[in-house]
């Protein structure tokens, strides 16, 4: 127990008491709900469209991040009761908290955040090297300039919407090996243009994303995500550890990418 409240490994678990207002911009209709710690968080919704693995996604690329030692709010699983449905007036938003009834995921809110505009705003080389470096890693697909997935609190960075990434989970049936995919679509990642330190960056990441930290993040994804349980979180650690094995073809296609920038 943790200030009152259950946790499941390193990742808190705190319970959604009330719904507050939703985050249209999201195309899963995320939104702001206040939790049993008195805290305020943006909840991701298990029923939304993209399911739960848009939720796994969140969670072993967010936490893996953290290990890692790069900016991301607070993550926690959270427990959403269908019966504050009641007192919610829309009925799509009726739908999807029934739909989500039990073990969610949210972020802690950041008020005041603004989003990175990477036309005024610039990133420190090494830091935006890392940021390139760990989504092209974990084949994070949405972190461009017409989303960039960045927010700016405090004036810090904070890295988050981690659902689009491990997109190699989603085609799991055909049994094709993707842990050697180069990832070429980390050309279009927002922070390309200061990343000049890659190979640096990819000394410092995988010094820090090692595979007992792989493991424990994945030890963190709930029984009730994962449809072969203990079968499926080998897949996610055996996929994100051979992902790290030399030569990094995504660290040579990032590489690749950042000449053709310049």
Request: negative net charge; charged residues 20%; glycine residues 6%.
């Amino acid at each position: 127990m943790i200030g009152g409240r259950t946790t499941i490994a390193g990742v808190r678990t705190v319970a959604a008491t009330r719904y507050v207002t939703p985050l249209r911009e999201g195309g899963s209709l995320p939104a702001i709900v206040e939790g049993d710690d008195d805290g305020l968080y943006v909840l991701k919704f298990r029923g939304a469209g993209q399911g739960q693995k848009a939720l796994i996604a969140e969670l072993v690329a967010g936490e893996l991040a953290r290990a890692a030692g790069l900016p991301v709010p607070e993550i926690v699983l959270m427990t959403l009761d269908p019966d504050l449905a009641r007192t919610e007036p829309d009925p799509e938003i009726q739908d999807l908290i029934r739909a989500s009834a039990g073990l969610n995921l949210a972020l802690d809110y950041l008020p005041g955040a603004l989003a990175f505009d990477p036309i005024g705003e610039a990133v420190e080389p090494l830091l935006a090297s890392r940021i390139v470096w760990f989504d092209a890693y974990v084949t994070n697909l949405d972190r461009t300039a017409r989303n960039t997935n960045l927010l700016l609190w405090h004036r810090r960075l904070q890295l988050i919407d981690h659902g689009a990434a491990l997109y190699f989970h989603h085609a799991w049936p055909d049994a094709v090996d993707r842990s050697a995919d180069p990832f070429p679509l980390i050309r279009e990642h927002v922070l390309l243009p200061w990343a000049s330190a890659i190979a640096e960056a990819d000394l410092a990441m995988t010094a820090l994303i090692v595979p007992p930290v792989i493991d424990a993040v994945v030890a963190d994804l709930p029984a009730a995500w994962l449809e072969e349980s203990e079968a499926q979180r080998q897949r996610y650690s055996q996929h994100l550890k051979a992902r790290l094995a030399a030569p990094r073809a995504f660290v040579l296609e990032a590489l690749r990418a950042r000449s053709a920038d310049v």
